[in-house]
């Protein structure tokens, strides 16, 4: 197995015991990315030269005898919406082609006392709006297990990266399944923290009651330190969570024994793929296998999740890329007035998808339609937060699909935004209720393609939930499989 290949946890062992090198580590990684990237299309902005500097001076201080933390010298990647001083930051958008933050976004700050290396910032949707990384205004991603199909979004880089050995790790972003979905259709784990669990300070907001930083990782245990370095309060976040964040390794215990699994009946409905319907429920009957108490529950306004999503995200979007106008920072595209300028630089600059979502925004919030459709979304989604209240009286975790089908092929959805918006289906009640969420893979489809169960916790309860990925990973070996481009798989 090439060093690439490798879940953090491992590479850090060997680089503990002296048996790779950081530098030999990061030349392997970006040898990989060489190797593939121009099929996969995972990054918008690779740093070969910053990547190999990190890596020797972690590389000194082995040498020194000095300890080094978990993600010290190993490669990763960062999604293109998180700021990064002095790194370009685009959102995958023309209207911000050329803007280097001054400031690193507060995961960045963080993660930097880990020292990783960095390799790059990974492609998305623009302004994280879309679930397959076709709307990037600079390239599609490919699925690096069938490059014919996408890698789902709007992190779509960060996990087509993560599973063709172009990065060890990654940051993600979810508003609405943005990191779960990826990760089913790439094969990864992926994970949504609770609202409030990790800073939003430096992401460049899509819909701020929803949008949160997570990770994305070869395995749960990786998943659990990435965590780690990432959570707690942070003063420059009014919507930071006080709570302190807990040691999440300390959830990866392999017993899921008295544990009580909810299986909500919404999540298992018509038009479901079979082999997506069929690898959920043997993981769920493995889980049981191993202990825990499986029950039928009913989330009964899930139906009504992705109408309401589709008036509060677009309507909070709508109001954040007010900012772009030509003016303040970001790309301009000049006219005889403000007026004209402002409108040559957003009807110029901002794509097709972005366009759709401010208009569909601005409508829900306008004078007479308010009421009629903002303000019913809203108590909708109060109805949702409420049935998961509920739910979580009777079991510890829900498990679920994390998508209603494996990676579907590029193009065939994008001319059709319904079809696209009923693809989030089984991810986006969990955004509107401020739940975690973790989508670990459980098998494949007939044509090969990774399939990924979802497990849906409490709030503020990232254990529970790492501690069921992590039993259910350890009794299958799906974790260990990593994509080969063309659709094959080791």
Aim: with cysteine; charged share 20%.
């Amino acid at each position: 197995m090439a060093l690439y290949d490798k879940p953090a946890h491992e590479l850090h062992d060997l680089l503990v015991k002296r048996e790779i090198s950081a530098a030999d580590l990061t030349r392997d990684v970006l040898a990989r990315l060489d190797a593939t990237e121009k099929e996969v299309g995972a990054y918008l902005t690779v740093l070969p030269e910053a990547a190999m500097a990190q890596a020797e001076s972690v590389d000194k201080k082995i040498a020194a005898g000095e300890d080094i933390a978990f993600f010290e010298g190993i490669p990763g990647a960062v999604k293109d919406n998180i700021c990064t001083k002095g790194i370009r930051t685009t959102c995958a958008s023309k209207i911000l082609e050329n803007f280097v933050p001054p400031y690193d976004a507060t995961v960045m700050t963080r993660l930097a006392k880990e020292s990783p290396v960095i390799v790059g910032k990974a492609n998305l949707d623009e302004f994280a709006m879309g679930g397959s990384t076709e709307n990037s205004a600079y390239q599609t991603t490919h699925n690096p297990w069938d490059t014919a199909r996408v890698p789902g979004g709007s992190s779509g880089g960060s996990a087509a990266a993560v599973a063709a050995g172009s990065a060890v790790w990654a940051l993600g972003s979810d508003t609405g399944g943005s990191i779960r979905q990826p990760a089913s259709f790439c094969g990864v784990v992926g994970l949504k923290p609770t609202y409030g669990r990790v800073s939003r300070y430096g992401l460049v907001a899509y819909a701020s009651s929803l949008d949160q930083i997570g990770p994305v990782t070869r395995d749960v245990t990786d998943c659990a330190h990435l965590l780690n370095a990432i959570a707690g309060h942070d003063p420059m976040d009014s919507t930071s969570s006080p709570a302190e964040a807990p040691d999440f390794t300390a959830a990866l215990k392999n017993d899921v024994k008295g544990l009580r699994i909810g299986l909500p009946a919404e999540y298992f409905v018509k038009g479901i793929d079979a082999d997506v319907e069929k690898a959920v429920r043997a993981a769920i009957k493995q889980l049981e296998s191993l202990g825990a108490e499986v029950t039928e529950i009913s989330l009964p306004h899930t139906e009504y999740a992705i109408a309401a999503y589709y008036l509060i995200a677009p309507a909070e979007a709508a109001t954040n890329l007010e900012r772009y106008d030509g003016v303040s920072y970001g790309a301009r595209v000049d006219g005889a007035d403000v007026v004209e300028l402002m409108t040559n630089t957003r009807s110029q600059k901002f794509g097709a998808e972005v366009k759709r979502r401010i208009m569909i925004g601005n409508y829900a919030l306008s004078a007479g339609y308010y009421d009629a459709y903002y303000l019913k979304a809203l108590k909708v989604r109060t109805l949702i937060q409420q049935d998961f209240t509920d739910a979580f009286q009777k079991v510890d975790v829900i498990a679920a699909p994390t998508a209603p089908t494996p990676a579907y092929k590029i193009g065939e959805m994008i001319a059709d935004p319904l079809q696209m918006y009923l693809q989030d289906i089984c991810t986006v009640p969990l955004n509107l209720a401020g739940l975690p969420g973790i989508s670990v893979p459980c098998g494949y489809s007939a044509q090969g393609l990774p399939i990924g169960l979802q497990i849906i916790g409490r709030p503020f309860d990232e254990t529970t939930v790492l501690r069921t990925a992590y039993a259910y990973e350890q009794s299958q070996s799906f974790h260990n499989d990593m994509a080969r481009l063309g659709g094959a798989r080791a």
